[in-house]
C-alpha cells in the first residue's frame, strides 16, 4: 500500500477500504499511516463507512473491519461473472482429475480475468494468480487465448498498449514470432506456456464460447513442468470438455 492520497472523497473511501481489506483489520493510526490520510479526515470517512455497513468498529480493540455491504458487494460480483455453483464444481473436478492447479477466466471488457482457481499444496497456483489477475497476456495460457481471438489490428494495439515484458528465460518478446505463435493457437484452438510466465512451470488454456462463438472465458490447468504433457492431446481434450459444460453454464444464468 502506497501513502500517496487519492484525491476525492470517493477514492479515500476506497483507500481506507483496501487497507482494511488488507490488514485484516486497522486502527484509524493504521489507516492515516498507510494512507497519509490526515487521522481526523480517517475518523469521518470510517464513521460514514461504518453508518453505511461497509465497515463495522470493534470499539473494543479500537480497530475497524470489513462490514457486510461488502459482502454483499462480493456476491454480487460473484452472480455477474457467473459463479454458480456448477461453474466452480466444474473447476474443482478438473483440479482433481489432471492434479494440476486449475483455473477459470473471464472476459471482462477487454480482458480475459482469473475469477476462480482451485489447487493443492502439491501443485499450487501460479503466483501471483489470484482473483482479478489478467496481467501479462503475452506470457499465460489463458492470456494467448484472448491475444489469439483478437484480429491483426486489434491486436497489434492491445500488444502495443501492454508491452511484451520478459517475465522468464522462453517469454516471447519479439512481436513476429509471438503472433505466428497466436496464429497457431486460433487454429488449434489450444494455448501452451512452457516456462514463459514463471521459470519450471508450464500451462495449458482452452476458449470458453458463447452461443454466438464469441470468446467469454477461458479454461487453464498449471503445473511443475517436469509433471506438464506438453503437446500432450488428451489434455486439451479434457480441457474442452470442461470449456464446454462451463459455457453451458455460464449460458444459463
Not at 67 to 81: E, F, I, P
Request: aromatic residues 6%; contains cysteine; proline residues 5%.
Amino acid at each position: 500500500m502506497t501513502n500517496a492520497v487519492r484525491s476525492g472523497p470517493v477514492a479515500r473511501a476506497l483507500q481506507i477500504l483496501e487497507v482494511v481489506a488488507e490488514r485484516g483489520g486497522a486502527t484509524a493510526r493504521d489507516i492515516a499511516d498507510a494512507t497519509g490520510l490526515p487521522l481526523p479526515t480517517v475518523y469521518r470517512l470510517c464513521t460514514e463507512l461504518s453508518d453505511a455497513d461497509y465497515l463495522v468498529h470493534i470499539r473494543s480493540e479500537g480497530r475497524y473491519e470489513l462490514g457486510h455491504q461488502v459482502h454483499q458487494l462480493g456476491m454480487s460480483l460473484h452472480r455477474q461473472l457467473g459463479l454458480s455453483r456448477p461453474v466452480t464444481r466444474e473447476i474443482a473436478l478438473l483440479h482433481e482429475s489432471t492434479g494440476f492447479a486449475a483455473y477459470l477466466a473471464v472476459l471482462r471488457g477487454s480482458e480475459l480475468v482469473v475469477v476462480h482457481v482451485v489447487d493443492s499444496p502439491d501443485c499450487p497456483r501460479l503466483q501471483p494468480m489470484r482473483f482479478g489477475f489478467h496481467e501479462a497476456p503475452h506470457a499465460t495460457a489463458f492470456g494467448k487465448i484472448l491475444l489469439a481471438d483478437l484480429d491483426g489490428p486489434a491486436r497489434d494495439t492491445y500488444l502495443d498498449r501492454h508491452g511484451l515484458r520478459a517475465l522468464a528465460a522462453n517469454t516471447m518478446t519479439e512481436k513476429a514470432a509471438l503472433n505466428a505463435h497466436l496464429d497457431e493457437v486460433a487454429t488449434t484452438g489450444v494455448a501452451w506456456e512452457n516456462e514463459e510466465f514463471l521459470a519450471g512451470w508450464a500451462c495449458a488454456a482452452v476458449p470458453v464460447r458463447g452461443p454466438d462463438v464469441a470468446l467469454v472465458g477461458a479454461v487453464a490447468v498449471s503445473a511443475q513442468v517436469d509433471r506438464f504433457p506438453l503437446n500432450d492431446g488428451r489434455l486439451p481434450a479434457r480441457l474442452r470438455q470442461v470449456a464446454s459444460r462451463v459455457g453451458a453454464h455460464l449460458r444459463g444464468r
